[in-house]
């Protein structure tokens, strides 16, 4: 099952060509841009490792390009993302954000159901990647 | 169907449609001297106007490789040139973004072991899109230390400057002699470089007239006795040891506007505006240089 998260989250995976673009539209905006990955993809987990440090002083997307294909080669099987974030006042927050590399294969998620009282039911959804330990899901 | 390849370039119209006619033009008069830098820098525009009608007829062309080496003493203007590489190379669509990162050793390397790879890549991230000026490149490489992590540092920016030729231009300066021995123990930068551009020391007629055109944009003028004074000074610290060219010469002014304002102080008089915007004589001979310092 596809993982949809973030912008673009509908479309097909980007090209790299459209990557740097919208890369390019968050510079020109004056975002600072960060890399991320994980391979816990419960879409409730905001809390993905980062790719070294955000990088708010580049000019050219080719420099985020770099890293992105950076963490392509350590992790070819993990979800890789980008952030955008805007820090002008009233903002600080991200205002872009999407994947850019997934696992091969992704095994989507189950239902557990969780009965409690009164035979009332609780749901969650896990991953059966995270059968697996950390690092070794993909 | 308009792919089609057209028959002729107007090589005269692309180096016009690039804008990059007056940046070439602002060079020659803002810098003076400097005769076979200027000339080089044209040839290096002409040849990419070339490559990019080259390949707008369908020629094939790798794209050229722009790397640089810029060499000569302090103060001869070579960092100012590469400002203004960078804003040709822009205008003529082979950089995107055209800023100049400048940088020397201790930005690109690190203090301990698995520092200096995060730290040249950071660098080399900012400049993408752009120039990366290093200044005193030499000092990456201390042969006198096998473990200096300069090695590393040039290792990584031969890969670059290799596999993103697209996306950045590196130019690396310092000192001729202490260069040459750079290139020489590192073969693999020296066969990267395509350009080797020489910075001359300036005559003194070169001097004076840049020490004009400064005093010119600071809207400050010398009067008669200045004018002889300055031609002496420059004579005078020409042969004395520092001297650093172009930074000598605007050091030498900064302090002589420094002596005129305490001067227009002592005289505890209304100045006028001529007064404010002269440096006489006695600004100029105040200097070390004229008691055999």
Known sequence: ?138 | MNDEVPATVDLQALLREANVLDVLEALDRDLVGLRPVKQRIRDIAAYLVVSKARSSLGLTGAPPSLHMSFTGNPGTGKTTVAMRMAEILHRLGYVRKGHLVSVTRDDLVGQYIGHTAPKTKEVLKRAMGGVLFIDEAYYLYRPENERDYGQEAIEILLQVMENQRDDLVVILAGYKDRMDTFFKSNPGMASRIAHHIDFPDYSEGELYEIAGLMLAKLDYRLDPGAEAALHEYIAMRRTQPNFANARSIRNALDRARLRQANRLFAAAAPVTREALQTISAADIRASRVFQGG
């Open chain 1, 1 to 138: 099952m596809r993982v949809t998260q973030g912008t673009f989250s509908f479309l097909p995976d980007l090209t790299d060509a459209e990557i740097s673009a919208q890369v390019e539209y968050a510079l020109r905006q004056g975002w600072a841009l960060a890399v991320e990955y994980t391979d816990e993809p419960h879409p409730r987990n905001v809390y993905w490792e980062m790719w070294g440090m955000p990088m708010f002083d580049l000019k050219d997307a080719a420099g985020a390009m770099m890293e992105v294909n950076a963490c392509r080669k350590a992790f070819p099987d993990h979800y890789i993302k980008i952030n955008a974030f805007d820090s002008t006042q009233g903002w600080e927050s991200t205002r872009l954000s999407f994947i850019v590399n997934r696992p091969k294969n992704e095994p989507g998620f189950r239902v557990v159901r969780q009965e409690t009282a009164g035979r009332s039911i609780r749901y969650t959804i896990e991953s059966y990647a995270v059968d697996r330990p950390e690092g070794s899901r993909y």
